[in-house]
C-alpha cells in the first residue's frame, strides 16, 4: 500500500504528534510503499520567522530519523521541495465548493485562538488533498484532529473525478488510519495536547525538563486514599500509553482500591517518557553531529517524491485541458 502522512514544522514535536502519528509512521514503513513529508508550506500559516522556518524544517527531519523512520525504506522529503505541490492545489481549488471549508473546525478553532484569518488557514485542507492526492495515497496516518480534512481530500478528489474523470479516475481515494486508542492524546490541562494550547509534553526536551513538565499535569483535588476513575482520568489516559504492561496494571489497580496519589503518577509517568525516548536521544545526537547526512536523505527524498508528484500532476493537468 502507498502510505502518505505530513507532519508541520511549526515547533518541537510532542507526545501527541508521536504516539497519533509517528509511531504509525515508523510501523507502517514494514512492508509498504511509504511517503513522509516535513509540511513548511503549511506552517507558513503560522511561522513567520524565516530562519526559525529553516530550523524547524531541519529538525523535524533529525526528530522523524531518530524516532525510526529508516532513509532506505521511505520516502522522506520537505513538501516546498516539490513545488507540485502548489500547481496541484490549485487544480483542486478551482473545484472545492467554499462550504466545504467554511464548515471545517479547525481553522474555526484556530482563528478563536487569535490567528489572523487569513486565506491560507481557509484553503489550508486544499493544500492537504493536494499533498495526498499527489502521491496517490492508499492509507494516511492520523491523528483525530485531522479526520474531517481527510473527509475533504476524499471529497475533492471524487468531485474532480466526476467533473473530469469521463468516468475514469483521476485520482485514488485515500482512506485514513487512526488508532482508536491514540487518536486523541490528552495534554497537560487534559485538553487534546496541541502546540496551540500551551499543555505540550516535547518528545525531545531534556530528561529533567520532561519530569517537571509532566509534574504540571492540571489533576483533581480526590485524595490519595479514595478510589479513582482510570476510565476518565487524563493523567493515567497518557501514563498507561507509555507504561509497561505490568506498572499500568499495577497502577489501574491501585486507581480503582484507593492508595495511590496523583503525585506518584506524575513521577512515574515521567520515568517511563524519559525510558521510552532514551535511544532516540542517542540517535538524534548521531543526527545532530551530521548534518551532511541530513542534507542527503532531504535530497534522495525531494528527487524520490518530485518523480512520483510529477506523474500525477501530469495526469491531473492533462484530465483538465491544462498543456
Ligand atoms: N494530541 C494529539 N493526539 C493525537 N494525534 C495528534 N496529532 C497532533 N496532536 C495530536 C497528530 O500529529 C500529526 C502531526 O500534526 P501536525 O503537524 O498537523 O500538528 P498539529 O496537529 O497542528 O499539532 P498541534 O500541536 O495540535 O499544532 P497546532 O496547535 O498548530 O494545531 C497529525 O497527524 C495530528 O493528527
Same mark, same amino acid.
Given at each position: 500500500?502507498?502510505?502518505l502522512s ?19 509512521y515508523v ?12 509540511? &513548511?508550506?503549511?506552517?507558513? +500559516? ?16 533529525? &526528530? ?9 525504506? %521511505? ?11 502548489? /500547481?496541484?492545489?490549485?487544480?483542486? +481549488?478551482?473545484? +472545492?465548493?467554499? $462550504?466545504?471549508?467554511? *464548515? ?12 489572523? #484569518? /487569513? ?10 488533498? #493536494? ?25 475533492? @478528489? ?7 474523470? =469521463? ?7 485515500? !482512506? ?9 492524546v490528552p495534554?497537560?490541562? $487534559?485538553?487534546?495536547?496541541? =502546540? ?19 509534574? *504540571?499535569?492540571? +489533576? ?7 478510589? *479513582? ?17 505490568? &506498572? ?16 506518584? %503518577? =506524575? ?7 524519559? !525510558? ?9 545526537? /548521531? ?14 527524498? #525531494? @528527487? ?6 510529477? =506523474? ?6 492533462? #484530465?483538465?485541458?491544462?498543456?
Amino acid at each position: 500500500m502507498r502510505i502518505l502522512s505530513g507532519i508541520q514544522p511549526s515547533g518541537a514535536l510532542h507526545i501527541g504528534n508521536y504516539l497519533g502519528a509517528i509511531r504509525q509512521y515508523v510501523a507502517l514503513q514494514e512492508g509498504n510503499d511509504a511517503y513522509y513529508f516535513v509540511a &513548511d508550506y503549511h506552517a507558513l +500559516t503560522s511561522v513567520r520567522d524565516p530562519a526559525l522556518l529553516r530550523k524547524y524544517v531541519s529538525d523535524v527531519l533529525i &526528530d522523524l530519523l531518530s524516532l525510526g523512520l529508516d532513509p532506505d525504506r %521511505v520516502v522522506l522529503f520537505v513538501q516546498s521541495d516539490v513545488p507540485e505541490t502548489v /500547481e496541484l492545489s490549485w487544480l483542486l +481549488t478551482s473545484v +472545492t465548493p467554499m $462550504g466545504w471549508l467554511e *464548515k471545517c473546525v479547525s481553522y474555526k478553532d484556530k482563528v478563536q485562538q487569535g490567528l489572523p #484569518a /487569513e486565506h491560507g488557514l481557509f484553503a489550508y485542507p486544499v493544500l492537504q488533498a #493536494a499533498d495526498i492526492l499527489l502521491y496517490d495515497a492508499d492509507l494516511v496516518p492520523v491523528g483525530q484532529d485531522q479526520k474531517q480534512h481527510l473527509e475533504i481530500t476524499r471529497d475533492v @478528489a471524487e468531485r474532480f473525478n466526476n467533473v473530469y474523470g =469521463k468516468k475514469k479516475e483521476v485520482f485514488r481515494l485515500p !482512506e485514513p488510519y487512526i488508532l482508536d486508542s491514540v487518536a486523541v492524546v490528552p495534554g497537560l490541562d $487534559g485538553r487534546k495536547m496541541s =502546540k496551540s494550547y500551551n499543555n505540550t509534553i516535547e518528545i525531545f526536551d531534556e530528561p529533567a525538563v520532561i519530569r517537571k513538565k509532566v509534574k *504540571k499535569f492540571v +489533576t483533581d483535588s480526590t485524595p490519595v486514599e479514595a478510589p *479513582k476513575n482510570p476510565d476518565t482520568d487524563p493523567l493515567f489516559g497518557l501514563f498507561k500509553l507509555f507504561a509497561k504492561p505490568e &506498572d499500568r496494571d499495577e497502577v489501574e489497580r491501585r486507581y480503582r482500591e484507593g492508595g495511590i496519589g496523583y503525585g506518584e %503518577v =506524575k513521577i512515574r509517568l515521567g520515568e517511563a517518557l524519559v !525510558e521510552t525516548f532514551a535511544a532516540a536521544r542517542e540517535r538524534r545526537a /548521531e543526527w545532530v553531529a551530521h548534518p551532511e547526512r541530513v542534507a542527503e536523505v532531504r535530497a534522495a527524498g #525531494a @528527487a524520490k517524491a518530485r518523480a512520483t508528484a510529477r =506523474k500525477v500532476l501530469d495526469r491531473a493537468r492533462s #484530465a483538465c485541458g491544462l498543456g
